[in-house]
């Protein structure tokens, strides 16, 4: 019998102990908060895939930021329909060059900016809260992963309000260290998925020049789509 009441305080005290290893949402985003501050610029690799005309088609592209400047670059690496393709994102004002045309088009940016049929939202990768907001978006519990970046949380979110975003459900997982963003899923009404993106290369503070995210091939050629575009970070010719 004692051997039973040993058994189960053992087992007792094994769970007790998991449950508060576990974080909190609240703990998670407030790591997140404490790494994103910390951090300058970033260079990143995506890769993944997404829902394109009832296809599954896998890309892949490297992501640099100047954080303070709002300025990301997206160098399309895959698929053959986007490969060599530029996406800057400078402030409100999206460059979107084509390799097959030579041509760079310039418009204001929106929450998302559509490439190809992909949708993207870089802020997405470094900044959590903005991108997930807690009063717009109802978290179930955090669970524990283990991915080839080491464990991570996995946390799943619902929009409290239907058609407030492009997803239906979203599944996110965090490294517990360095924390940060690791995996995106996202999910429509009819539980298709609609991207699932993991970003296994991530490196901070690299002392990137605006130059470098800005560069475009110097005979593109340029074309303004809307009224009130002016410079920020990058030349508009």
Do not use: H
Not at 51 to 75: H, P, S
Not at 82 to 103: E, G, K, P, R, S
Not at 117 to 129: E, I, R, T, Y
Not at 196 to 201: K, L, N, Q, R
């Amino acid at each position: 019998m004692k051997r039973f009441v040993l058994f189960f305080g053992i087992a007792a005290l094994s769970l007790s102990a998991l449950a508060q290893s576990i974080p909190t949402i609240d703990d998670l985003t407030k790591r997140l908060e404490s790494t994103q501050k910390s951090t300058k610029d970033f260079r990143a690799k995506l890769i993944g895939s997404a829902e394109q005309d009832n296809q599954k088609v896998k890309f892949e592209a490297n992501i640099g930021g100047i954080v303070d400047k709002k300025l990301t670059r997206i160098d399309f690496l895959a698929p053959d329909t986007l490969a060599d393709n530029i996406l800057i994102v400078d402030n409100q004002i999206v460059f979107n060059y084509l390799f097959l045309t030579n041509q760079v088009t310039v418009s204001k940016a929106a929450n998302g900016t559509e490439v190809g049929g992909f949708n993207f939202n870089p802020s997405q990768l470094n900044d959590f809260n903005s991108s997930f907001p807690k009063e717009d978006l109802a978290f179930e519990a955090v669970k524990a992963d283990t991915t080839p970046a080491g464990k991570a949380w996995v946390i799943e979110a619902t929009p409290r309000k239907k058609g407030t975003f492009d997803y239906a459900r979203i599944k996110i997982w965090i490294l517990d260290s360095p924390t940060r963003v690791y995996r995106f899923q996202s999910f429509d009404e009819k539980n298709v998925m609609q991207f699932d993106i993991s970003i296994p290369e991530w490196k901070t503070n690299q002392n990137i020049k605006i130059a470098d995210l800005c560069k475009l091939p110097r005979d593109a050629e340029y074309i303004k789509k809307g009224s009130g575009i002016k410079k920020n970070n990058c030349e508009i010719k």
